[in-house]
């Protein structure tokens, strides 16, 4: 009994650390894996004659490490190529969507918005850019027209835990329960 409680103790604590070395790890392989992506899609010269494709990566990258001028730049010059190229409507959505989230991180909601619709025009049962276009409704201070928007993407992914949790929030502060 005696030797019990060290061993569980180190036991414990080994696990620990090899729960924060995987955590860490596995944060590591993902900023390398952003940087990697970064250095290869921004070399100079190269960005501004590439695809659509292409760009959209590279503005991608950008809005997860962060960059979003940057990336707002990016994907406008992707929209161009794919509205030239005449790209699938939802490489367009996709793009739509990305610049519009962009936007939103610099808190110009009403652009985000044009965008965020842009989206949903090109494809109409896209969750995602159905969500971000309630939150910036919400950020617009549009209740009744965030409310909506969360319920329709509520209607497309019954499972989709942001729209519910925002919907929720939305329907205390505006005083109305689930069933208004």
């Known amino acids: 009994m005696d030797n019990l409680l060290p061993q569980a103790y180190l036991i414990g604590l080994v696990a ?3 729960v924060a070395a995987i955590v860490v ?3 590591i392989w993902l900023v390398r894996r952003d940087e990697l992506a970064l250095a290869r899609l921004d070399r100079p010269g ?3 004659s590439s695809d659509a494709a292409s760009l959209y990566e590279l503005g991608s990258v950008q809005l997860r490490k962060r960059l979003y001028g940057q990336a707002v730049d ?9 509205e030239a190229n005449q ?3 939802e490489a367009q959505a996709l793009i739509q969507n990305a610049l519009g989230f962009g936007l939103a991180a610099q808190d ?3 652009a985000a918005l044009k965008h965020y619709r842009a989206a ?3 494809k109409a049962d896209y969750p995602v850019a159905l969500n971000n276009l309630a939150y910036a409704l919400e950020k617009q201070s549009k209740p009744e027209e965030a409310r909506e928007a969360y319920r329709s993407v509520l209607a497309l992914d019954a499972g989709n835990k942001t729209a519910r949790k925002r919907l929720q929030r939305l329907e205390r502060k505006l005083g109305l329960g689930p069933e208004a």
């Open 25 to 27: 790890g596995r944060q």
């Open 120 to 122: 949903l025009a090109a």
């Open 74 to 82: 990016n994907l406008k010059r992707a929209l161009k190529l794919a």
């Open 16 to 18: 620990i650390l090899l």
């Open 46 to 48: 190269e960005a501004s």
């Open 87 to 89: 790209e699938p409507s």
């Open 108 to 110: 110009n909601y009403k």
